[in-house]
């Protein structure tokens, strides 16, 4: 019998005051019974336009029934048909504006918790699931993909599935791309992420770290030499954008990227760290993103006073709703209308303060948005000793700069065939990060899995090259 209560199921989850000190999982997912009432709120609708808003195509109802059923294993397989990271996904993925925006159940009252669910499911599969990945036999030929991220796994995944020998390149000393170095382990714990990838191991995936495609190895190279048939650059979006105002090379200035590879790779924030990072202790952190939302709340379990710097209101904050609020849970202020000029430091070069001004939106444009625009003499400062710059990120230039006739955008972007992700080059694909500069995990993963169809179909003779 459907279960017709117009909300959603709570979400478990640590006490704002307790979990502002420390760096352990804020929600603590669904129990057995919370995931087969949760499931039973879907109708399983004729039509299934949740599956639609999946960048993945999920089989959402058909998982969410073997989930009401408590048929946890056959849910995961379901899942796993389509997708390669369930439990990421069911963390990270902004569900309310994709397969949640399409359910029927949202009409009157609250979505299905279809995200919630698929985190249930992939980790009863972690726990104490029987599903065993079957490694399939070869088809003899070789794929290298750049980048460990959500799309470089995604694409490795599939093809993995089919038979091709896959090898993964990661340039740093771990594999998971910005699913390691970019998300908290509040919001996403690394072995999650490393069990995942295991996962894919046991397809056959394998992982060469330490490897810099662009310096240690070339396209070409990876072609003409190592036998690599087809090549899919997944290589992400590492290279922090600055406003280049005053004072940004002062010490306790941080790009969101240097700040939250510390803290989440190098474990800058336990004791015996090897690479210590800043604890400040009034930190201002310029953006309105999910990574802005992420390097504010990491500094706040820190032991800072952190306020976040934006130049629009809470209405255009880019960050999901639920990380905003998380946010305000845990302490964290918000300068909304406000934009920096400056940076301000002592004699000894350190940060001492953030010059800004307020702004104003301007009526919409063409398209629709509102403008920030300053308002006259409105500049002030505010008390800092650390500024986190978090307003967004571009392509390293270093496969662009070592890959002859490889076609980029004049922001650095890789340019593709969005329908298959083909490049310039013959048999090099592209997708993700490195394509469309920093998105969501599920729009790389979809991404990933397009071209992991576009070299399928390319190495059988059937398609574009």
């Keep these: 019998m459907a279960n017709m209560s117009l909300t959603k199921n709570e979400m478990p989850a640590q006490e704002?005051?307790?979990?502002?000190?420390?760096?352990?999982?804020?929600?603590?997912?669904?129990?057995?019974?919370?995931?087969?009432?949760?499931?039973?709120?879907?109708?399983?609708?004729?039509?299934?336009?949740?599956?639609?808003?999946?960048?993945?195509?999920?089989?959402?109802?058909?998982?969410?029934?073997?989930?009401?059923?408590?048929?946890?294993?056959?849910?995961?397989?379901?899942?796993?048909?389509?997708?390669?990271?369930?439990?990421?996904?069911g963390r990270v993925c902004p569900q309310e504006s994709q397969c949640e925006q399409k359910c029927v159940r949202g009409i009157k009252g609250e979505p299905v918790a279809i995200g919630r669910l698929e985190r249930f499911v992939a980790d009863y599969q972690n726990t104490y699931g029987n599903t065993k990945l079957t490694k399939p036999a070869s088809n003899g030929h070789k794929i290298a993909v750049i980048g460990s991220?959500?799309?470089?796994?995604?694409?490795?995944?599939?093809?993995?599935?089919?038979?091709?020998?896959?090898?993964?390149?990661?340039?740093?000393?771990?594999?998971?791309?910005?699913?390691?170095?970019?998300?908290?382990?509040?919001?996403?714990?690394?072995?999650?992420?490393?069990?995942?990838?295991?996962?894919?191991?046991?397809?056959?995936?394998?992982?060469?770290?330490?490897?810099i495609i662009g310096k240690t190895l070339s396209i070409e190279e990876l072609q003409n030499e190592y036998g690599f048939e087809a090549v899919f650059v997944g290589s992400g979006a590492g290279l922090p954008n600055f406003m280049n105002i005053p004072g940004e090379n002062l010490k306790g200035v941080y790009s969101a990227n240097e700040f939250l590879t510390r803290v989440n790779l190098m474990k800058a924030y336990t004791p015996d760290s090897t690479t210590p990072i800043q604890k400040g202790k009034k930190v201002m952190v310029?953006?309105?993103g999910n990574v802005a939302m992420d390097a504010a709340r990491c500094a706040k379990r820190l032991g800072a006073e952190v306020t976040i710097v934006y130049r629009r209101t809470e209405?255009?904050?880019?960050?999901?709703?639920?990380?905003?609020?998380?946010?305000?849970?845990?302490?964290?202020?918000?300068?909304?209308?406000?934009?920096?000029?400056?940076?301000?430091?002592?004699?000894?070069?350190?940060v001492t303060g953030l010059c800004c001004q307020e702004m104003t939106l301007s009526q919409p444009d063409d398209s629709g948005r509102r403008k920030p625009v300053?308002?006259?003499?409105?500049?002030?400062?505010?008390?800092?000793?650390?500024?986190?710059?978090?307003?967004?990120?571009?392509?390293?230039?270093?496969?662009?700069?070592?890959?002859?006739?490889?076609?980029?955008?004049?922001?650095?972007?890789i340019i593709v065939d969005e329908a298959t992700g083909l490049t310039s080059l013959t048999g090099v694909y592209a997708g993700g990060d490195a394509v469309t500069g920093a998105a969501t995990v599920i729009l790389a993963m979809g991404a990933g899995k397009t071209a992991a169809e576009a070299i399928d179909s390319y190495l059988k003779g059937e398609g574009a090259s």
């Design 315 to 350: 209405n255009e904050l880019p960050a999901r709703h639920e990380e905003v609020e998380h946010a305000k849970e845990e302490g964290i202020q918000f300068k909304l209308l406000t934009s920096p000029i400056e940076i301000k430091g002592d004699s000894n070069g350190w």
């Design 286 to 288: 310029v953006g309105g």
């Design 16 to 89: 704002p005051q307790v979990r502002n000190q420390n760096f352990l999982e804020v929600a603590l997912g669904y129990s057995k019974e919370q995931a087969i009432d949760e499931a039973n709120r879907c109708l399983n609708c004729k039509h299934k336009p949740c599956i639609s808003g999946c960048p993945v195509r999920i089989d959402i109802p058909a998982f969410i029934q073997e989930t009401a059923r408590g048929n946890f294993d056959t849910a995961y397989e379901i899942i796993s048909r389509s997708s390669s990271l369930p439990a990421v996904c």
């Design 374 to 413: 300053p308002l006259e003499n409105s500049a002030f400062e505010m008390e800092a000793d650390c500024v986190i710059m978090s307003i967004g990120t571009s392509p390293n230039p270093l496969i662009k700069d070592t890959t002859k006739g490889l076609s980029i955008r004049n922001w650095g972007g």
């Design 149 to 211: 991220g959500p799309s470089g796994l995604a694409c490795a995944g599939d093809l993995a599935k089919k038979g091709y020998s896959v090898t993964i390149f990661e340039a740093l000393h771990l594999a998971g791309g910005v699913l390691v170095y970019g998300i908290p382990e509040f919001r996403l714990p690394k072995a999650i992420v490393q069990k995942e990838i295991n996962a894919l191991k046991e397809l056959g995936v394998e992982i060469a770290t330490n490897v």
